[in-house]
């Protein structure tokens, strides 16, 4: 594990859940990974209404736990990768906002993202390893071979 929340993996719907805890309280967030073509799977970063039951990838839930959330999810990418040898995952978010936000995140962790995933980012219709500081539209991840 990268680190983050504790997570639980609910088989019978093919999720993650865990909970981010912070000024807003406590917020049930979903990770769930849907297939694009053989190997390769987006992943997506909702939250979940406890009282409507409708979930929300366009929510901002500002709850102080930005870091918390993003390594947790790193976590469970790993977690899956483990499950699924040789997928890759696809990232980007529901705006260019989510998307800037997961590449700040995967800058500032690139120490502990590095060692164990190969990042590539996509822009101008091409994909290149991930630099810092480059403004990507998406991503793309696989598990480094040890």
């Known amino acids: 594990m990268l680190g983050g929340y ?18 807003k309280g406590i917020v049930r967030k979903i990770v769930k990974f849907d297939r694009i073509d053989s190997n390769l799977f987006n992943v997506s970063l ?4 406890q009282q409507t039951g409708r979930v929300s990838d ?3 839930t ?5 870091d918390q959330v993003l390594l947790t999810v790193a976590s469970i990418i790993l ?5 699924q040898p040789g997928v890759t995952i696809s990232i980007q978010g529901s705006d260019a906002k989510r998307t800037r936000w997961y590449q700040m995140s995967l800058a500032r962790n690139w120490r502990l993202i590095a060692p ?17 500081g480059v403004n990507y539209m998406a991503f793309s991840v696989e598990k480094r071979l040890n």
């Open 6 to 23: 504790t997570f639980q993996y609910k088989r019978s719907a093919d999720v993650y859940v865990f909970d981010s805890v912070g000024t």
């Open 79 to 83: 977690h899956f990768m483990e499950k």
């Open 62 to 66: 500002n709850n102080g736990d930005a």
């Open 116 to 132: 164990r995933f190969k990042v590539l980012g996509y822009i101008h219709g091409d994909w290149e390893d991930f630099r810092k």
């Open 58 to 60: 366009s929510v901002t």
């Open 46 to 49: 909702v939250d979940l209404d």
